[in-house]
């Protein structure tokens, strides 16, 4: 759930309301304490995919697919020695 201040909600208050018509719930704070909070009424049927909402916010690792190294791999598998 994203958090925004009042500023950005006032100067964006459109671009705010479209997100969260598409499901987001967006917190309002003024000087880092919560305010308010925008929830979708209902479902919407004009949902659109969120596929790539999130590009730009996370980078996956080159390395992400390989091998885990043993000690790392028996830890997760619970065998920790």
Do not use: C, W, Y
């Not at 479209?18 to 000087?31: A, N, P, T, W």
């Not at 690792?61 to 830890?75: V, W, Y």
Request: glycine residues 6%.
């Amino acid at each position: 759930m994203e958090s925004v201040t009042v500023h950005q909600a006032e100067t964006n208050f459109s671009q705010i309301l479209s997100r969260v018509e598409l499901g987001e719930e967006i917190v309002i704070s003024d000087q880092g304490v919560p305010i308010a909070k925008l929830v979708p009424v209902r479902s919407s049927s004009r949902r659109r995919s969120s596929l790539g909402m999130d590009r730009g916010k996370f980078v996956v690792p080159e390395d992400f697919n390989d091998p885990l190294p043993d000690d790392i791999l028996s830890a997760f598998e619970g065998n920790e020695a």
